[in-house]
């Protein structure tokens, strides 16, 4: 991957008027938590309320992801497995496997609402890294760091709960609306909802209520080719990748 210091100006990812004020400055490497024995390091800038929404927009279609008030992008050294990916939700056509968890989960609701944590995410947040990622740094989180990720944002940042018949929480995913679509922050639901494959069905979800608002992509963040933590992205066709000739259709046989 570029040097960071010219990874923000690479072809395939401009950025406008609005965003090149801002600064950029390149953290030091850690442990990659996706490639075994590969470092990581980020190109991270700060957002504003003030440059909100072009800046931001325009940074999630130059590969930037959204952590607190800050917009990252990876800038390892020789490493560019992290691809920055997008549904075109004009596009979409749902595989046999998708419809028939669209299928299953018919009987929630899903509900954009206010980033304003509650208690009764929280518990289900907790429930589903002990069950899903409790080696991580992420399972130490409490109460007042879940309300941090929530709650601290420059962006028009929704939190879609997803409710059953009895009302009961059962997955949330957290969204920012961009000019041209939303940006999936980050999801978690119930473990034990195992045939309910939610997290795929919440992605379906953002993709069919973002082509509702009349917009058209939904960023997904990174695929990684070698990581199976990132191999569900590629359900969700058409998948457009960023490459040096822009957005094109991701082909994954080409990785």
């Known amino acids: ?18 965003s090149r004020p801002q600064s950029f400055f390149v953290l ?10 590969q470092k990581e390091r980020k190109l991270v800038t700060e957002l504003s309320p003030r440059g909100w929404p072009d800046s931001y927009s325009d940074l999630s279609r130059a590969g930037f992801r959204r952590s607190h008030l800050f917009a990252y992008r990876p800038a390892c050294r020789g490493c560019e497995a992290c691809v920055p990916v997008r549904v075109d939700a004009t596009r979409y056509a749902p ?19 206010p980033p304003v944590a509650t208690y009764e995410q929280y518990l289900l947040f907790q429930h589903y890294l002990k069950s899903r990622h409790a080696e991580g740094d992420m399972a130490r989180m409490g109460y007042g760091d879940f309300r941090a990720m929530v709650e601290e944002t420059a962006a028009a940042t929704r939190l ?3 409710r059953d018949r009895e009302g009961r929480l059962v997955g949330a995913c957290l969204l920012d ?14 473990p034990d909802a195992h045939a309910r494959s939610l997290g795929s069905y919440m992605i379906h979800w953002a993709i069919g209520d973002t082509r509702l608002r009349g917009q058209r992509y939904v960023y997904l963040g990174y695929w990684i080719a070698q990581s199976r933590k990132m191999a569900y992205k590629i359900r969700f066709r058409p998948l457009e990748a960023l490459g040096p000739q822009g957005w094109r259709d991701l082909d994954p046989s080409a990785n």
């Open 1 to 18: 991957m570029n040097d960071g210091s010219t990874i923000a100006n690479r072809p395939e990812a401009p950025l406008t008027r609005a």
């Open 177 to 190: 609306l961009l000019d041209d679509g939303c940006s999936a922050v980050y999801s978690f639901f119930d």
């Open 160 to 162: 879609a709960e997803f």
């Open 28 to 37: 030091r490497e850690t442990p990659c938590p996706y490639l075994p024995g």
């Open 95 to 113: 595989s046999k496997s998708l419809r028939r968890i669209a299928r299953r989960n018919a009987d929630l609701t899903g509900t954009l609402r």
